[in-house]
């Protein structure tokens, strides 16, 4: 069941499958922007959910870890995008997104104790993973505007960090 999970959670997939007409390369800078945006509040989700399923301490501290610093991010790219007066724009990637965490959410919410403990943390680090990549490899290359390009790589680095804590807790619940 936890490598079924983990295998549907692998976002990395998300971004390798996808047609030729539906290129994250060729996204906008405010489709860009709205793909943040729902990654960062998918994985507030994870977190929100971890608070309320695990008893693990480890997993309490990663959880309130992400919903800072996710929220943050955020919070700096609603405002810059206020100063640019810009509007993220959905799109193909933000939607599927949203859909895979919706199933993800559901997988979650019937795992419990150390099943659910496990399974959140590696799809912690599959997710940071795949959205570090996106971001370094795609994103930020295409990325025109350098304000929203400073702060995508600000926030990669944040990120990285993640996936780094993610892999420690990996490693540590087995």
């Known amino acids: 069941m936890r490598k079924l999970l983990l295998g549907f959670a692998i976002v990395g997939m998300l971004f390798t499958?996808?047609?030729?007409?539906?290129?994250?390369?060729?996204?906008?800078d405010v489709e860009i922007a709205h793909v943040a945006y729902t990654a960062d509040n998918l994985d507030i989700r994870y977190a929100h959910l971890a608070l309320a399923k695990s008893k693990n301490p480890?997993?309490?501290?990663?959880?309130?870890?992400?919903?800072?610093?996710?929220?943050?991010?955020?919070?700096?790219?609603?405002?810059?995008?206020?100063?640019?007066?810009?509007?993220?724009?959905?799109?193909?990637?933000?939607?599927?997104?949203?859909q895979d965490g919706d199933a993800i959410i559901a997988k979650f919410s019937a795992l419990s104790g150390a099943d659910f403990d496990k399974a959140y943390a590696e799809n912690e680090l599959a997710y940071h993973k795949a959205v570090n990549s996106l971001v370094g490899d795609v994103f930020i290359p295409n990325i025109e505007?350098?304000?929203?390009?400073?702060?995508?790589?600000?926030?990669l680095k944040i990120f990285k960090a993640h996936e780094a804590h993610a892999e420690m807790m990996v490693k540590n619940l087995n």
């Open 17 to 28: 499958t996808q047609a030729t007409a539906n290129d994250p390369a060729k996204l906008s």
């Open 145 to 155: 505007n350098a304000e929203v390009k400073a702060l995508f790589v600000e926030g």
């Open 58 to 98: 480890a997993i309490h501290t990663f959880a309130k870890t992400m919903i800072r610093d996710h929220e943050a991010v955020n919070e700096q790219a609603l405002a810059l995008l206020k100063k640019l007066g810009a509007e993220a724009k959905d799109n193909f990637l933000s939607q599927k997104l949203n």
